[in-house]
């Protein structure tokens, strides 16, 4: 069965640290990765997704395949991206996103 | 504005008292799904619906129902409310979903006594 795995349920770092959410995937296919955010009091929402391989406010993430990873990655972090992260994956012919648990990042001045 | 709105957005009830919570999408998405968000757990994705009249089992299905009557409702109904269905609640709709976006509604606090 597909699942995504997020080790950590509470990331805390100092603003200008870099960051790195973990997320790790099961699925023997070619999945389709996802980051999304939730900021407090706002709505969930995409951040980025591995075929586009952007950059969102400073987020990079690259799907490592033999590794089974999609980790988040910032090089300087800031107080606004203090928020919660869930990573997805969307198993081709099934029509759900599969979300992790979460990770809360708290980036602290 | 585009949006995704549900409703209601706090609600207590007690076991047995049948609810619904509804969902409506302005966009005109074709694809509507509904999720539940445990601590520890994620979000669960428990019904979903690519179109009209089309709707199908997620991950964790029993003790709801869904229906999909017009393009931009999508309500749950939850006949008979256990305490384990105390849950925070999430719409969702997409375009298409081919490219996996997800547009969410601002959740509905649910607890059921």
């Known amino acids: 069965a597909q699942r995504v795995t997020q080790p950590e349920k509470l990331l805390s770092v100092f603003k200008g640290a870099p960051v790195e959410l973990k997320c790790n995937y099961s699925y023997s296919g070619s999945p389709e990765l996802f980051w999304y955010v939730q900021y407090s009091r706002q709505r969930l929402q995409l951040l980025l997704r591995?075929?586009s391989r952007e950059s969102i406010k400073g987020f990079t993430a690259d799907l490592n395949k033999g590794e089974t990873s999609f980790h988040l990655k910032k090089p300087f972090a800031q107080e606004e991206d203090s928020a919660m992260y869930y990573c997805?994956?969307?198993?081709?012919?099934?029509?759900?996103?599969?979300f992790g648990a979460g990770t809360r990042l708290a980036v602290h001045p | 504005e585009a949006q995704v709105t549900q409703n209601p957005r706090y609600l207590i009830t007690v076991t047995g008292k049948k609810l619904t919570v509804t969902c409506s999408q302005n966009m005109n998405h074709e694809y509507m799904s509904w999720y539940r968000q445990d601590p520890g757990l994620g979000l669960r994705q428990i019904y979903y619906s690519m179109n009209v009249e089309v709707t199908d089992k997620g991950d964790v299905p029993e003790g709801y129902k869904v229906s999909r009557k017009e393009k931009r409702n999508f309500p749950l109904i939850l006949e008979s409310p256990s305490p384990n269905q105390t849950s925070l609640y999430f719409c969702a709709s997409s375009g298409t979903f081919l490219a996996g976006e997800l547009f969410f509604g601002e959740g509905s606090r649910l607890t059921v006594l």
């Open positions: 591995h075929i």
């Open positions: 997805a994956v969307k198993a081709g012919g099934y029509n759900k996103l599969i």
